[in-house]
């Protein structure tokens, strides 16, 4: 009998936004295929709150000081060794560091897939571009972007075509049955159409441009209503 394929995976962020939501879909659809997944987060981050929404027993939540936190990655390291794991995924910049020093301290020496949601360079100004570009160049065995415009970004830094692969965000369709559109126009009265946007509020998701292109529909004349909800 083939023994079960186990990944673990690692997410270093404090908030819950989009890409924890997305591991948390990908933990769920691994889990349905027979892929026994591993969770590690930083202690008292949002994922550790959430813990229950997660597939899967094995989670594990410490102190993370950093990406090259050398005391989290050795823990790390054991227990690929101990569960003999094959495969770690790295779901945020900085675990992708703590997953790189983890397999140089592992004795499995397993491969490290990266996912990439930002589409700015990593070699930007004010980072120390030597410790970077070891960790892009040769820190990752594979990276899954999650847009064609995130590829371009990884291959302009050097990394080869053939190691990135675009995967798009998916969604889990049953969470939204959809809205009643009496309720929300009579607890706002008004008439018309009503806009939605519903993200984490942040200068890269471009909400201004959302405002400003909403100024010239109403300057237009149409009865439109723009309603923002998100953290941030």
């Known amino acids: 009998m083939q023994n079960k394929l186990k990944v673990l995976h690692i997410d270093t962020e404090s908030n819950w936004r989009g890409g924890q939501n997305q591991l948390k879909l990908l933990i769920e659809g691994l889990s349905k ?5 591993f969770l590690i987060s930083k202690k008292g981050s949002a994922i550790e709150n959430k813990a229950g929404l997660f597939s899967t027993d094995h989670k594990l939540f410490f102190a993370i000081f950093g990406e090259f936190d050398l005391i989290a990655a050795r823990k ?3 227990l690929i060794d101990g569960y003999e794991i094959p495969l770690v995924h790295a779901h945020s910049s900085h675990a992708h ?3 790189f020093l983890a397999k140089i301290l592992s004795r499995k020496k397993p491969r490290v897939i990266v996912t990439r949601r930002v589409f700015f360079h990593p070699f ?3 980072t120390f571009k030597p410790l970077v570009k070891l960790k892009y160049l040769w820190g990752a065995d594979h990276y899954i972007a999650i847009s064609r415009k995130v590829k371009e970004v990884l291959v302009s830094c050097g990394i080869p075509e053939e190691k990135v692969s675009v995967v798009y965000s998916g969604t889990d369709p ?3 049955t959809g809205g009643r559109r009496d309720y929300l126009k009579s607890l706002y009265d008004f008439r018309g159409v009503a806009i939605g946007n519903i993200s984490y509020f942040d200068d890269r998701k471009g909400h201004d441009d959302l405002i400003e292109a909403f100024r010239i529909v109403r300057g237009r004349g149409f009865g439109v209503k723009l309603f923002l909800a998100g953290y941030g």
Request: avoid cysteine; charged fraction near 35%.
């Open 76 to 78: 790390i390291s054991k």
């Open 33 to 37: 295929n027979g892929i026994e997944s």
């Open 124 to 126: 930007r100004k004010g």
């Open 97 to 99: 560091g703590i997953a």
């Open 174 to 176: 049953k969470r939204v």
